[in-house]
T-cell receptor, first 112, second 111 residues
Framework: NAGVTQTPKFRVLKTGQSMTLLCAQD?????MYWYRQDPGMGLRLIHY???????AKGEVPDGYNVSRLKKQNFLLGLESAAPSQTSVYFC???????????FGPGTRLTVL | AQSVTQPDIHITVSEGASLELRCNYS??????LFWYVQSPGQGLQLLLK??????LVQGIKGFEAEFKRSQSSFNLRKPSVHWSDAAEYFC?????????FGTGTSLTVIP
């Protein structure tokens, strides 16, 4: 039982490049989330999903797209990276039986 | 709209002293409430949570928090701080579909 995993752990992009962050969970959770964490800002919700095939915008969705084609995976895409998207990205899933979020280890993204 | 306020950006306490970290929220109903701790370069660890029942909840590492509906607060407490408690602490609130996090309180523990 790996919990929530994120790929990659680190990434450096140039402005304008695209990339996809992968989040996977093996707990059969319906809800999944993508957050970004910036110094002094706490975690801010980018997008979330309440189940396979559904996604919704969170607090800071601009510049990001997501997809939930399989229940266990939640992908975060950056179509044209900008320096303002330099951040640490955390994925999470919600356990209905335990009433808590399970977080991945994070992805540190730098956009030059 | 939902919001979470952690009024104290940084707190310094002596080892062995008591600790209280404040969290105030704005939400229409009783939300899920959480406290997390994060060490530098690490992920988030759940300290405790509240969603119903007894308003005083116990968590890991000797932490507790009290939900006060009338004050829209969920303050975190510890009676005796250890040097290993130095970290960043985050309060989070919300319904399951959309959690909001506070901006965090950085805790320094001096010997």
């Amino acid at each position: 039982n790996a919990g929530v995993t994120q790929t990659p752990k680190f990434r450096v992009l140039k402005t304008g490049q695209s990339m996809t962050l992968l989040c996977a969970q093996d707990m059969n959770h319906e809800y999944m989330y993508w957050y970004r964490q910036d110094p002094g800002m706490g975690l801010r919700l980018i997008h979330y999903s309440v189940g396979e095939g559904t996604t919704a915008k969170g607090e800071v969705p601009d510049g990001y797209n997501v997809s939930r084609l399989k229940k266990q995976n939640f992908l975060l895409g950056l179509e044209s990276a900008a320096p303002s998207q330099t951040s640490v990205y955390f994925c999470a899933s919600w356990g209905t039986s335990s009433n808590e979020q399970f977080f991945g280890p994070g992805t540190r993204l730098t956009v030059l | 709209a939902q919001s979470v306020t952690q009024p104290d950006i940084h707190i310094t306490v002596s080892e062995g002293a008591s600790l209280e970290l404040r969290c105030n929220y704005s939400y229409g109903a009783t939300p899920y409430l959480f406290w997390y701790v994060q060490s530098p370069g690490q992920g988030l660890q759940l300290l405790l949570k509240y969603f119903s029942g007894d308003t005083l909840v116990q968590g890991i590492k000797g932490f507790e928090a009290e939900f006060k509906r009338s004050q829209s607060s969920f303050n975190l407490r510890k009676p005796s701080v250890h040097w290993s408690d130095a970290a960043e602490y985050f309060c989070a609130v919300g319904p399951v579909s959309q959690f909001y996090f506070g901006t965090g309180t950085s805790l320094t523990v001096i010997p």
